[in-house]
Nanobody
Framework: QVQLVESGGGLVQPGGSLRLSCTASGSIFSINAMGWYRQAPGKQRELVAGITSGGGTNVADSVKDRFTISGDNAKNTVDLQMTSLKPEDTAVYYC????????????????WGQGTQVTVSS
């Protein structure tokens, strides 16, 4: 019904930058929020940053001064600009969307991308 396609991961040296992008497509009536989560080996998945359709953002303290989230409601996209990357940022990053479907506008459903690997290493 809904697909999230991510791009932009890769290998970067400490102090470098990467930009992750995610596009949602399918039978979308509206998207209430989109965001990025990450999961490092042996750790639980955690919220990195989220943005609502109204433009409100929520950014994890660990990345607040280094990562910026932005979204485009018309294009159903969300981007995560990551700067000053650290080895501890290494993880699989997942795009998330809270979607209202065309087939049933009574409820909101959660969708996830397949994940994109970000590795910060010299």
């Amino acid at each position: 019904q809904v697909q999230l396609v991510e791009s932009g991961g890769g290998l970067v040296q400490p102090g470098g930058s990467l930009r992750l992008s995610c596009t949602a497509s399918g039978s979308i009536f509206s998207i209430n929020a989109m965001g990025w989560y990450r999961q490092a080996p042996g750790k639980q998945r955690e919220l990195v940053a989220g943005i609502t359709s109204g433009g409100g953002t929520n950014v994890a303290d660990s990345v607040k001064d280094r990562f910026t989230i932005s979204g485009d409601n018309a294009k159903n996209t969300v981007d995560l600009q990551m700067t000053s990357l650290k080895p501890e940022d290494t993880a699989v990053y997942y795009c998330h969307a809270a979607v209202v479907l065309e087939e049933d506008i009574r409820y909101q459903y959660d969708y996830w991308g397949q994940g994109t690997q970000v590795t910060v290493s010299s």
